[in-house]
């Protein structure tokens, strides 16, 4: 004993002592405990010291306290010591350090209220514990329902899952969690829907059965139990509902601060409702039972939409609005009967009610009773003896007791029958094989005054505990056995004599319904009985200062009971008068619900009878009390949970105030003691609670072993001897067979023991340090002091020296100066007598210069003067030449000016000049006449197509109709398509009147367009030499800014449009598959054995009915069954599919028009705002003016010029070209020579050609401007004088002109040259980057091949020159093609000239004629294949069945990749060929149905992956031989020849994208399902790093679950490598069936988000895994990955930015947790985490030793304030997520990837059997 007290009480020993305020406190041993001493000598945490007496009885040992390394453990039995202070230590921990509010304690989950929404619930979460093992993950009420669900699936046992708590714990909300856990994961097998009407019971059942109390806004005043019933294949089939003990009293009584039922504040909220208005209700203030608590509002509720949530779910689950009205009509009454004044008479002994009571009046109204009836009868009873009947009057008292007691009889009628209803709607006629029962019951309670109510509850809860102790203890025996080991029965608390003293013979519930039955039996008396009878019973107390009131000691706490109104509730009693008057209601619902009471016929009136009349015996209903009942619904949910294997769920309230994550200890423990979770621990501590497996034993205190004993392989021997060695008791521990079992307290002695070990390990390494350090330190100053001596003799030396050289230094210095001294006295008078010399002689010069410069100057004066003289007689002569040469000038004007007027006037001038204006004029009205004939024609066009679509929308219309009358289960989608024609009218009409202001702008815009085109050139003009010079840096400018902004923006745009639309795809589908699965559900419902006749009518509304006729995701999908697609008949669908192709193709032309219309809108605005802009910079001159309108004319005239001569000589060079072209294709190559020569020359002819209509049309514009100007001369002639007319301003004015329109010329020269000179770089840059792509693929090869190993090296040559030959052998069978091809070309010409020669001989003779015409024939069938497939009708399902149907991906291996779809496409051509529509129609529909019937029918990876090559393929076929020029740009002249010509397939292109996107949706789907369960193992829990194996974080072990595991742990899961291979795969399968490499990028790339999104969402859920060791384990696996995508050159695709949050999750896990600057690399580093999932790791965060510290709750704090100022949370939309939405996928992008396959070299196998096939 003194050991043990040396071990565990020795000095720094924490513990824990009792505590006034947090109930316990921790301390510390400051002095070592000896047996003996009276005095534990403690130090508190702040340092105060205190004496803790202690005793044998009294005051015994405080609490040891846990090791810090086990604190935070998700499961208190796994804590070394167990009792009340370590437990509360590690809830709170756990709820306020790391935010986690479920805990484990054994085979009980804790789960404490957080009072705040927690993002921990979503459908990401319930996957990530779906399948997942009850210890694998972090405790979850989803871990634990997904227990319940797979030990049904194993065991084929029944099982339940028990939600206990007091209110406000949170019972209701944790019940609806599990309820929703099996609702998602075993969802219902058909479209029943039955897990949404499980949990649309909820609303209804808060709303009658909760109300608002002081401990809980949502308080469940009622118990319930739902069982869940599965199938076979463990899917939801149906519901069933208990209920147990409504508190009815809440009806009528409600205490201050409190509520009653929601509903009545719901529909007092809602009063104002035209449907509730006959209700005739008020304010929940104005009804006596809804205003009792003073407080009928609840913070953040509204009653009203609450209201509609209950009407919505009623209606769910099948209870139509009649019903809810009734129901709702019963519950006003209610109300209103709470109001009705019952006046007391003067002798107190009789009261009466008001007849004109409007409450009363509304109650009968509402409930359809006689309100004559109901007032007698309210303050009047009958009395039954054995010899008479007679009526009594009733006290006021009495008469509010007995309405009182009529509404809660009301209320739980009402109640009992919304459940019953219940039950019907989640009722299956499925047979059950298993269910899962939730039981949601209240917890124990005990308030200040305790009634019969809360006896109740805290009977129930003793009943429960019994069950519960016993299961415990069972389990606990079970492992021991299982294990085999010796053991001795645990002790536990038996509250069998507690359950006794309740329902035992004489028990409490005994006397209490003996004493019901006593005619004046009272509460006192019945407490005189209780006294009496249990005085003696240690669980039965009397109170000392009451003898109404009595004391019983339940397992969690002593209650203390008021006997008053027990005797009154047990009875519940109700007049059978009232329930008659109830039962003759003529409202259905109230003679529902009391109909079944009595089986005497109903009457209308209540009479006395005489006394001789037998009375009838009382109801048996009545007869039973409420303690009875009761009773007998208990014994039978016992009989069920014993019947099953429970699952228990202890619900905490934290606190009192409803604070989020704040707790209060004293209430913790109270509940902890009430619920059982203590019992738990005290079972648990009394047999051996830890409990650990070889191997981690192994692994942890290896440190404790010898070193011989290390290398032992048998780690179950090692462990023994090492036990026994440390341990001396033998009872302290007990070796299993796969674990060992340790007593309370031994597994903190064997960490004491290791810590002590590494602290000797420590202390002898740092000696050992710190020796070395001081060695090194001796060696250093030793160094010093010898280094100090060398330099101190350097530095004397060196002194010395400097003295000798300083010495003679001075010596020269002097020398030197006195020299120096003496020269510079020497110069100085020697500058003197130079400076005297230079003056003298520089003052004589200056006056020579003097004098010759006043000469010069004068000179130049004169020169000056004489020049000006000459010039200014020069100007004078001059000007007056001048002058008489203009007069003669001006005179010879005037005569000239005079001649031209008057052959102006005369009439041949006048026709001459306007002869070219007549012609023009013509011209003009023609076109105009062109023009309105034209648009008339559009607008018949226009009128035509609106009838056409307005028929054809009405015929579907009556389809529709057809189909709804039909088939009542497409209703919806018959509804979204007639909407969806609404809408399409409306745009059509939109369009309409857009089109026709449009019209109108544009007529107002023309002129100023025209005037604008003027005015751009001239701007052109201008801007042309800056064009020039900034065209460089707009090319690098626009090129860096699309790639860096537009291109990013735009990119952003279009993945979020295509991830809407495919995520309305996947909606579409879904909706699709329920449609078909209702159909079949039909169907068979409407199979009956034996013959029946079918309607006439039926084919037809077959055909009008099919529902994919109309989809435009599915081109005519039609019925699965073969019989039905037989009836319709493929052309019936091939009608259906052309009428809605039709439809859609209308429609989107109109919205192609309507959004040109707007372009053009748009830009005619900015050209209008462009033009205002320019207005102010076009009035400069007037010569700007006039040369505008010059330009103006000329364009004018060269617009019309061009419109006429382009049409003329298009129709002349068409001509032309046709009859050489003919020509030279019968002629010889010299003929073809001369064609060619021709084409030249008439090229050149048309270049001249255009020359010259430039230079007429510039003639013809002078024409016009002179002809306007001699108008405008003829019109002034009489105003404006002839000398204002200056002829030589008009001469430039023309001259101008001319230059002007010459420069136009040539700058259109120039624009043309720039434009081929454009063409031509752009042409070479192409080049150029084809070859640099093909250099860096050389360089990358290269690169890769140098990294190789020299095996792996050798493979990849092997491999690339067997790639090199291929390729070789392609351009080989390419070359032969192309030779062949051209003999063919001869062959057939000569086959040309044979038969023209035959020709020739049958007219001169016809007696060959018959040879020559078998010839013929002949030659016929050896035409050259045109890479077309000719088939029958009738061969059609043959076609589908061989290619589609039967087709397997391995039948074709070795053939050209994606040949199906090669095939079809060429039978498609032939069919286009020969112009039949309804051939093209029905094949492609036939196609998507079949192929959409094949992946149906097989969901793996391979067949999926197959016909999504296919199908790309097809549609890309259909784009590439389109004719469209966007799709024929890399097209070769064979393939263009094979375009479509006849059918433009645009819209089924549209259908085939569609139905691409639903297969690699299907894609998606199957590979995730095929790497999902592969994901966790392989990331988390392999060893991919063999030096990190077996490290988990100290103190972490797995939790004991239901399923059985290998000793091998993790190692009999997934591997990375299993996983590459299996991505290895994938990309193999999809690469060799030719699927396009741009989307199998986008399958890898999904694939690595789902990979990223499970190990995330583990990691976030998982305490194990948030390691250090599994940081690097993390951080290698996907660095793994990322060499695979650049292996299979796939790091491109995007696929490893996908894995950026795993990648810093594991970085988050490796880097330093403790400085501010740690912090701050962390909010840097994790940019792809939000705050949430960043705090939960630092939160999960386990060190790997107790030598790694844990990361503190300050540091977690800074990381949060850094993430809050970084405005992480406030920039996003909404909150983020904790875990990462494992099916989030992103939008699918199609690119087109045209084949350079040409259809005339692709040959069909004949393994294929498609004989039938005529190539043509």
């Not at 053991?487 to 209490?512: K, M, S």
């Not at 200062?545 to 509730?569: P, Q, R, T, W």
């Not at 002819?1245 to 405008?1272: F, G, H, W, Y």
Request: aromatic share 8%; with cysteine.
């Amino acid at each position: 004993m003194s050991a043990h007290y040396r071990q565990h009480y020795a000095k720094y020993t924490r513990v824990w002592i009792p505590d006034a305020d947090n109930v316990w406190r921790a301390a510390e041993i400051s002095r070592d405990f000896k047996q003996g001493e009276s005095v534990v000598h403690l130090c508190l945490e702040d340092g105060t010291p205190v004496a803790y007496p202690v005793g044998p009885e009294s005051n015994p040992l405080p609490f040891l306290r846990n090791p810090d390394i086990l604190v935070g453990e998700n499961d208190l039995t796994a804590l070394s010591y167990l009792h009340e202070p370590a437990v509360l230590h590690n809830l709170r921990v756990r709820f306020l350090e790391s935010n986690h509010i479920y805990t484990y304690c054994g085979i009980v989950l804790v789960a404490i209220n957080p009072y705040e929404e927690l993002q921990i619930y979503g459908e990401e979460v319930i996957n990530a514990y779906s399948g997942r093992n009850v210890g694998d993950m972090d405790p979850h009420i989803f871990a634990v329902a997904e227990e319940a669900y797979k030990q049904m699936a194993r065991d084929e046992r029944n099982q339940s899952i028990i939600v206990s708590g007091e209110s406000g714990a949170g019972k209701t909300v944790s019940a609806k969690y599990a309820m929703r856990f099996f609702a998602t994961v075993g969802g219902s097998a058909n479209d029943a829907n039955v897990e949404e009407k499980v949990l649309a019971s909820s609303p209804i059942m808060e709303a009658i059965g909760n109300a608002k109390t002081t401990r809980n806004d949502n308080s469940s005043r009622f118990g319930k139990y739902i069982e869940i019933g599965f199938s076979r294949s463990y899917r939801i089939i149906g519901a069933n509902m208990r209920t147990y003990l409504l508190e009815k009293s809440r009806v009528v009584f409600q205490a201050e601060e409190e509520r009653n039922y929601h509903i009545f504040y719901q529909l007092c909220a809602s009063a104002s409702l035209p449907e509730l208005r006959e209700l005739s209700l008020a304010s929940a203030e104005d009804f006596v039972y809804t205003s009792m608590g003073e407080n009928i509002f609840i913070e953040g509720v509204n009653d009203a939409d609450d209201l509609d949530k209950t009407r919505h779910a009623f209606r769910l689950l099948g209870i139509k609005d009649a019903s809810q009205n009734a129901i709702f009509k019963v519950l006003a009454g209610i109300l209103h009967l709470g109001n009705i004044e019952i006046y007391a008479e003067r002798d107190g002994e009789s009261c009466h009610v008001s007849s004109d009571d409007a409450h009363l009046a509304h109650f009968c109204r509402l409930l359809c009773l006689e309100p004559a009836q109901m007032e007698h009868w309210l303050c009047h009873r009958k009395l039954v003896t054995a010899s008479e009947t007679y009526v009594k009057k009733t006290s006021a008292r009495q008469a509010a007791n007995a309405r009182d007691a009529l509404a809660k009889h009301i209320y739980a009628r009402v109640f009992d029958w919304i459940v019953a209803r219940i039950n019907v709607a989640l009722r299956t006629s499925s047979k059950q094989h298993s269910f899962i029962g939730v039981l949601d019951i209240y917890g124990f309670e005990t308030f200040e005054v305790n009634s019969f109510e809360q006896f109740c509850i805290n009977y129930a809860n003793e009943k429960l505990q019994q069950q519960f102790n016993s299961h415990v203890f069972k389990l606990e025996q079970e492992e021991y056995m299982k294990e085999q080991i010796p053991w001795t029965l645990i002790d536990f608390h038996d509250n069998q004599p507690c359950i006794d003293l309740i329902e035992a013979r004489l028990g409490v519930l005994d006397l209490l319904d003996e004493e019901c039955k006593v005619p004046k039996g009272t509460d006192q008396n019945w407490a005189q009985k209780l006294y009496k009878q249990h005085a003696s019973s240690p669980h039965f107390q009397k109170p000392r200062m009451s003898n109404s009131a009595f004391i019983i000691l339940h397992f969690a706490d002593k209650v203390a009971y008021e006997c008053a109104g027990f005797l009154e509730k047990n009875r519940d009693t109700v007049y059978d008068e009232q329930i008659n008057i109830l039962k003759a209601s003529q409202l259905q619902l109230v003679a529902d619900l009391f109909g079944g009471d009595d089986p005497a016929p109903k009457s209308a009136r209540v009479n006395v009878r005489a006394a001789k009349t037998a009375p009838r015996p009382p109801n048996k209903d009545h007869r039973k009390t409420v303690g009875l009942q009761f009773r007998s619904s208990l014994h039978l949910l016992m009989e069920t949970l014993n019947a099953t294997t429970p699952h228990y769920v202890r619900c905490i309230k934290p606190n009192d105030d409803k604070e989020a994550f704040s707790f209060d200890s004293r209430r913790a423990v109270q509940q902890l003691r009430a619920c059982g979770v203590l019992e738990t621990i005290r079972i648990s501590a009394a047999g051996y609670p830890s409990r650990w497996t070889y191997g981690d034993f192994f692994s942890r205190y290896r440190v404790l072993m010898r070193k011989s004993d290390v290398a032992n392989p048998d780690k179950k021997w090692v462990c023994r001897n090492l036990l026994e060695t440390l341990i001396r008791e033998g009872d302290m521990f007990q070796l299993g067979k796969s674990k060992i079992f340790f007593r309370a307290g031994q597994v903190a002695y064997l960490e004491k023991l290791r810590a002590d070990k590494f602290r000797a390990a420590c202390v002898a390494v740092q000696k050992t340090v710190r020796g070395w350090l001081q060695r090194v330190r001796y060696r250093k100053i030793r160094k010093a002091v010898l280094l100090l001596q060398r330099y101190g003799r350097g530095y004397l030396a060196r002194r010395y020296a400097e003295y000798l050289r300083l010495t003679r230094a001075a010596v020269a210095c002097q020398k030197n100066y006195r020299m120096a001294r003496e020269r510079r006295a020497y110069l100085t008078v020697r500058r003197a007598a130079v400076t005297v010399q230079a003056f003298a002689r520089g003052m004589f010069t200056r006056r020579i210069y003097q004098e010759f410069l006043l000469h010069h100057k004068a000179i130049i004066i004169q020169s000056c003067v004489r020049g000006w003289l000459r010039r200014l007689k020069f100007r004078r002569m001059r000007r007056a030449a001048v002058v008489l040469q203009c007069a003669y000038r001006r005179s010879r004007a005037l005569r000239r000016f005079k001649a031209l007027k008057t052959e102006a006037r005369s009439a041949q001038g006048l026709q001459k000049l306007n002869t070219g204006m007549e012609n023009k004029i013509v011209q003009l009205q023609r076109k105009m006449d062109d023009q309105g004939k034209e648009y008339r024609e559009q607008n018949e066009q226009l009128l035509r197509a609106n009838n056409t679509l307005g028929a054809e929308l009405s015929r579907v219309q009556q389809l529709l109709q057809q189909a709804h009358n039909q088939q009542g289960g497409g209703g919806a989608q018959l509804k979204s398509l007639r909407a969806e024609l609404e809408e399409n009218r409306a745009r059509l009409d939109e369009a309409r009147a857009l089109e026709s202001q449009t019209e109108d702008l544009h007529r107002n815009e023309k002129l100023e367009l025209t005037r604008r085109v003027a005015e751009l050139e001239k701007e052109n003009a201008l801007l042309k030499s800056q064009k020039e010079e900034l065209d460089q840096k707009l090319k690098q400018q626009s090129s860096r800014a699309t790639e860096d902004v537009g291109s990013a923006l735009l990119r952003a745009e279009m993945d979020a449009e295509r991830r809407r639309y495919q995520n309305l795809l996947k909606e579409y589908s879904r909706l699709e598959q329920r449609y078909d699965n209702l159909k079949e559900e039909v169907s068979l419902a409407k199979f009956q054995p034996g013959h029946q006749r079918s309607p006439s009518n039926q084919s037809s509304l077959e055909t009008d009915s099919n529902y994919t006729s109309i989809s435009a995701s599915e081109a005519g999908d039609a019925d699965d069954a073969a019989q039905l697609a037989e009836e319709m008949g493929v052309a019936k669908a091939a009608m259906d599919i052309g009428i809605f192709v039709k439809l859609q193709k209308r429609v989107r032309e109109l919205e192609d028009e309507r959004k040109r219309l707007q372009a053009s809108v748009d830009q005619m605005a900015r050209d209008k705002d462009c033009e205002e802009e320019e207005k102010a910079k076009s009035l400069k001159s007037a010569a700007a003016a006039e040369r505008d309108a010059a330009d103006l004319a000329y364009n004018n005239l060269k617009r019309q010029e061009l419109e006429s001569e382009n049409r003329k000589l298009k129709a002349d060079l068409n001509e032309l070209r046709r009859g050489v072209g003919e020509r030279a294709g019968d002629a010889s190559r010299q003929l073809r020579d001369g064609y060619d020569i021709l084409m030249s020359q008439l090229k050149a002819a048309n270049e001249e050609l255009d020359a010259r209509k430039e230079e007429v049309v510039i003639l013809r514009t002078q024409i016009v401007s002179a002809a306007q100007q001699q108008a405008q001369e003829n019109a002034s002639a009489d105003e404006v004088d002839a000398a204002t007319l200056p002829s030589d301003k008009e001469q430039a004015l023309v001259v101008y002109q001319r230059v002007c329109q010459s420069n136009k010329l040539l700058e259109r020269d120039l624009e043309s040259q720039k434009d081929r000179r454009a063409r031509e770089v752009e042409a070479l840059q192409a080049e150029v980057e084809a070859l640099k792509e093909d250099v860096e693929k050389k360089q990358e090869a290269l690169d890769y091949a140098t990294s190789l190993s020299p095996e792996a090296l050798l493979e990849y040559s092997v491999q690339l020159e067997i790639t090199r030959l291929t390729d070789d052998n392609l351009d080989q069978k390419e070359l032969v093609e192309k030779l062949e091809k051209n003999e063919r070309k001869l062959k057939k010409q000569l086959k040309i000239y044979m038969k023209k020669v035959q020709e020739l001989e049958v007219s001169r003779g016809g007696h060959v004629k018959s040879d020559l015409g078998r010839h013929v024939m002949l030659q016929r069938k050896e035409k050259d294949f045109e890479g077309m497939l000719e088939y029958d009708q009738e061969d059609e399902p043959l076609l589908i069945k061989t290619l589609i149907t039967d087709m397997h991906p391995g039948a074709l291996s070795g053939t050209v990749p994606c040949l199906p779809a090669y095939v079809l496409f060429m039978c498609v051509r032939h069919a286009d060929y020969v112009n039949d529509d309804r051939k093209v129609e029905s094949l492609l529909t036939a196609t998507i149905n079949a192929i959409k019937r094949v992946l149906k029918r097989n969901e793996d990876f391979e067949t999926t992956s197959f016909w999504l090559a296919n199908t790309s393929r097809l549609l890309h076929c259909l784009k590439q031989y389109s004719g469209d020029e966007a799709f024929m740009a890399q097209n070769t002249a064979k393939q263009n020849e094979h375009c479509l010509k006849n059918f433009d397939l645009a819209e089924y292109r549209a259908v085939l994208s569609d139905l691409s996107i639903q297969i690699y949706q299907q894609l998606i789907r199957v590979a995730e399902a095929a790497i999902q369960p592969m994901i966790v193992s392989a990331m988390l829990e392999s060893e991919s790093i063999p030096s990190l194996a077996g490290v988990k974080p100290a103190g972490y072990r797995d939790r004991s679950s239901s399923v059985e595991k290998d000793g091998g742990g993790a190692s009999g899961g997934y591997t990375l490598r299993a996983l590459i291979r299996r991505l290895g795969l994938f990309h193999g399968v999809m690469r060799d069936q030719g699927l396009d490499p741009e989307i199998a990028g986008q399958v890898v790339r999904q694939l690595f988000c789902c990979v990223n999104a499970v190990t995330l969402n583990n990691i976030l859920l998982r305490k194990d895994v948030c390691s250090w060791s599994t940081g690097m384990q993390l951080r290698y696996n996907t660095s793994q990955l990322e060499e695979w995508l650049r292996a299979n050159q796939l790091y491109q695709t995007g696929a490893a930015q996908s894995l950026a949050p795993v990648i810093q999750a594991a970085q988050l896990l490796q880097v330093k947790k403790k400085t501010p600057q740690d912090a701050d690399a962390i909010c840097s580093l994790c940019s792809a985490l939000n705050s949430q999932q960043i705090v939960k790791i630092l939160n999960l965060y386990t060190p790997l030793n107790e030598f790694e510290e844990r990361v503190t709750v300050s540091f977690i704090r800074n990381i949060q304030k850094q993430l809050a100022e970084r405005g992480e949370d406030a920039s996003a939309a909404t909150t983020p997520q904790l875990l990462v939405d494992t099916k989030q996928t992103f939008p699918l992008v199609f690119p087109y990837a045209p084949s350079s396959l040409g259809l005339e070299t692709l040959h069909v196998p004949a393994s294929l059997g498609l004989r039938f096939l005529v190539r043509v």
